[in-house]
């Protein structure tokens, strides 16, 4: 779609697959990686970063590294990490 808001929420839409680890859905987000929006980057690192499976975790670091300016991709990544640290 050409509005990132659209785009945006389908990946948040997409977080009921990613659950079940749906490879092809996580393909397909993956297709967004590189999305000219931040807020549909920083909403596919949000959705993905929890899923353990190795494709999302690959594009969840992906995105990390390519975007270390986005202070609140980094900041969210950051505190997600250090709270599962204590769980």
């Given amino acids: 779609d050409k509005d990132p ?3 945006r929420t389908a990946v948040w839409i997409s977080e009921k697959f990613i659950r079940k680890n749906d490879p092809a859905m996580i393909a397909r987000l993956g297709e967004l ?12 690192s949000l959705s ?3 899923d353990k499976a190795p494709a999302a975790q690959k594009i969840v ?3 990390l590294a390519a ?7 980094q900041f969210s990544y950051t505190t997600f990490v250090e709270a599962e640290k204590r769980r």
Avoid at 39 to 44: E, F, H, M, S, T
Avoid at 67 to 73: A, F, G, K
């Fill in 5 to 7: 808001q659209v785009r």
């Fill in 48 to 50: 993905l970063r929890s």
């Fill in 33 to 44: 990686e590189n999305d000219s929006s931040a807020d549909v980057r920083v909403q596919l």
């Fill in 67 to 73: 975007n270390p300016r986005n202070q609140m991709m």
């Fill in 61 to 63: 670091k992906d995105l």
